[in-house]
């Protein structure tokens, strides 16, 4: 039996040597043992597990834990990348809410100009008022305009 326990070591320091490779692959390896006696008889080995697994980080599975093993290192690695994907979303986050304030002091900037251009119009229509009143009064010419126009065409003593 010290055979099994030798050779199992040398096929986990084989697998460590040849499959795990930082960052390409992941940190550790299965091992897998295709009959439940096999397995047992690894597992029963004192020390032989926890030996293996932290100088050759493999790992051991047998027929019946191999399916429960998989499903497990499936989902931590859904887990890793939705944690990965959601850093990635809090950095977008974060950089449209420093986009959505230069957005808003944009914004603030067009109110202002669209504030003091309705304030022109309004000036204008004063003016335009102003104006207009004026010309009524030009149009409400008395209906005979020949004093009038004496006046204005004799010349002031006062221009001289």
């Not at 690894?42 to 032989?48: D, E, I, S």
Request: aromatic share 6%; glycine share 4%.
């Amino acid at each position: 039996m010290k055979s099994l326990d030798m050779q199992l070591r040398r096929s986990a320091k084989d697998i460590c040597q040849k499959y795990i490779n930082p960052p390409r692959t992941t940190d550790f390896a299965l091992m897998f043992l295709p009959t439940e006696g096999l397995y047992a008889e690894a597992v029963r080995r004192v020390g032989l597990v926890e030996q293996v697994q932290r100088d050759c980080r493999v790992v051991f599975a047998g027929p019946t834990t191999l399916a429960a093993l998989l499903n497990s290192l499936q989902m931590g690695f859904r887990t890793l990348a939705i944690q990965k994907r959601s850093s990635e979303v809090w950095n977008l986050l974060a950089g449209v809410k420093t986009e959505f304030g230069k957005f808003g002091e944009a914004l603030s900037a067009v109110k202002d100009k669209l504030d003091q251009a309705a304030r022109q119009v309004d000036n204008v229509a004063v003016r335009s008022r102003a104006i207009t009143k004026k010309l009524r009064d030009v149009e409400e010419l008395p209906s005979n305009p020949q004093p009038l126009l004496k006046d204005l065409l004799q010349p002031n003593d006062e221009d001289d």
